[in-house]
């Protein structure tokens, strides 16, 4: 099972920027893809970003297109989330995972096997 954990996260101001790094320990294999999930409070967990880890083929959901990129570095088996123009919204935990089959849409935190901590990602006004 991969081990993940996310960082970068902070306080930041309405219309900055962040960028959210997920390390992973362990193998991540091709088959794999890897998402970025945000849970804000009262709300529950959704998906933001997801990339393929063997094509880089990338999925956002609809309120952080343009704004938000998702990336990855095979080579250091990390990935990246690019946070731009960033709104009081888009406050939440952000967390980082991993779906190792190709079973299961990345859309659904169930179809996720392993989880990262989860980063603290806070947009003032």
């Known amino acids: 099972q991969v081990q993940l954990v996310e960082s970068g996260g902070g306080l930041v101001q309405a219309g900055e920027s962040l960028r959210l790094s997920c390390a992973a320990s362990g193998r991540i294999f091709s088959t794999s893809t890897m998402g970025w999930f945000r849970q804000a409070p009262g709300k529950e967990r959704e998906s933001v970003a997801a990339?393929?880890?063997?094509?880089?083929?990338?999925y956002y959901v609809h309120s952080v297109k343009g704004r938000f990129t998702i990336s990855r570095d095979v080579a250091k088996n990390t990935v990246y989330l690019q946070m731009n123009s960033l709104k009081p919204e888009d406050t939440a935990v952000y967390y980082c995972a991993a779906k190792s089959t190709l079973i299961g849409s990345y859309y659904y935190p169930s179809n996720f096997d392993s989880w990262g901590q989860g980063t603290q990602v806070t947009v003032s006004s």
């Open positions: 990339i393929t880890w063997s094509g880089g083929v990338t």
